[in-house]
């Protein structure tokens, strides 16, 4: 059984030049392992917190160095020596040390990157890959891979805000393996690359995840963008490639009103809006409809649109337990985005799945804005069965070192990636 030596942690710069951490785990025998955690950009209120050192003077106050110290310093001094038979012992003791509801004390990213570090080394001492062993904490088999879901154009927070919706992504829809889903979206990808040059006059930009930010002047023009470059590749919208939208709508709802691409909407003119695009454009899934606190709306979207494609909770569920039992009561949702830094432990993030699952939702694994070329998450998306994942686009170093990981797990097993549409999306 894994015997904590040492945990050690250190502050390095994510994606976007801001400041995370990354701890290595020393088991006893000297055997080590390391994990760096990422950040978000577009956060719901209802996050695990990172702590951040808040001195404007040094990364405008974003600085990780607090963290990173309390690895080093407090959780090292209360585990090391300890042995851990599981994870959720392990977890549960990083809890019981920060002793607040939402990791405001030690800092959500020091906990997570001891959470996920400590089940690397365990996997290591096994001599198990990474996603057998996450597989082994759900207890469950697994033999298939996620179907990735992937960032073409972006706006809101991951690019300049042009256009009010966060994301527009492909879904490679009647491809069977992981290597080709990849080769359709760099198909895709640069076909929306040379409209975006012929039509904006743009060269490559790129927004946080690698998706590209033409200056488009509505959220339906990017749609429409999006399946020109899907018929330029030479392939079939609807057929061979679908649509994902990552509305964020948290971000352009105030006071009751949702101010998007310079018009003000209702909650029902929002839904009605919603699903004019699912009946024009091939969308199997959309993510944050409405505001993280508009409850009273949420089930009239999934009433709407919950039989024709995924209603996907990021913000409005934040991986949260207690948000999904709520969602699941009112039938708010049919699908969750798992962002395991949302909540801030693996075990957490278990019982968030298993949630999910007892609600025959679909669950896409995620990462976030702000990411690093750990590639974790890949592992993680195979071993608890993602139906989908959601890395970013075909681009950019920490986008790709978790796609070329996913590519390495195809190659070692054989395995197929998830059908799409899922059942609750059908159409």
Not at 119 to 139: E, M, N, S
Not at 288 to 314: I, N
Not at 360 to 367: D, E, H, L
Not at 382 to 400: A, F, Y
Request: overall charge neutral.
């Amino acid at each position: 059984m894994p015997v904590i030596e040492q945990l050690r942690a250190q502050e390095i710069l994510d994606s976007r030049g801001r400041p995370t951490v990354k701890t290595c785990c020393v088991l006893r025998g000297g055997l080590r392992a390391s994990a760096s955690v990422p950040s978000g950009a577009s956060t719901g209120a209802a996050e695990a917190v990172e702590l951040r050192d808040g001195d404007p003077k040094r990364y405008r106050g974003l600085g990780c160095r607090r963290a990173a110290a309390n690895v080093g310093r407090e959780i090292n001094a209360a585990l090391a020596g300890c042995e851990f038979e599981t994870q959720e012992q392990l977890d549960g003791a990083l809890l019981s040390l920060d002793g607040t509801p939402n990791k405001s004390r030690l800092g959500a990213n020091a906990i997570l990157s001891v959470s996920i570090a400590f089940a690397r080394a365990a996997a290591a001492q096994r001599t198990v890959p990474l996603y057998q062993h996450f597989a082994d904490i759900l207890g469950q088999s697994v033999r298939r891979l996620p179907r990735p879901a992937i960032n073409l154009f972006s706006g809101g927070k991951h690019a300049g805000g042009q256009v009010g919706i966060q994301d527009v992504l492909i879904i490679p829809a009647s491809t069977a393996t992981m290597d080709d889903s990849l080769a359709m979206a760099f198909a895709v990808f640069q076909s929306a690359a040379e409209l975006v040059s012929s039509r904006y006059g743009q060269r490559l930009l790129r927004a946080d995840e690698g998706g590209l930010a033409p200056p488009a002047t509505t959220s339906s023009a990017l749609l429409a963008d999006a399946v020109e470059a899907i018929e330029k590749a030479g392939l079939k919208p609807g057929k061979d490639v679908c649509l994902a939208v990552d509305v964020a709508a948290s971000h352009f709802h105030r006071q009751r009103r949702y101010a998007l691409d310079g018009r003000d909407y209702s909650a029902d003119e929002i839904i009605e809006m919603l699903t004019n695009w699912v009946q024009i454009w091939p969308i199997v899934s959309i993510e944050d409809g409405l505001g993280e606190d508009d409850f009273s709306h949420w089930p009239k979207l999934c009433a709407a649109l919950g039989g024709r494609v995924l209603v996907m909770g990021d913000d409005f569920l934040c991986t949260n337990p207690a948000r999904i039992q709520r969602a699941l009561a009112s039938h708010s949702a049919n699908a969750l985005l798992l962002k395991v830094n949302q909540i801030g432990t693996l075990t957490e993030a278990v019982t968030a799945l298993a949630l999910a699952r007892g609600g025959q939702w679909q669950v896409m694994v995620s990462a976030r804005s702000g990411e690093t070329e750990d590639d974790w998450l890949a592992d993680l998306a195979v071993g608890w069965g993602g139906d989908q994942i959601k890395i970013g686009s075909i681009t950019q170093s920490e986008r790709l070192a978790k796609y070329n990981r996913l590519l390495e797990i195809e190659r070692e097993t054989g395995w197929p990636v998830n059908t799409w549409p899922g059942s609750a999306a059908s159409k």
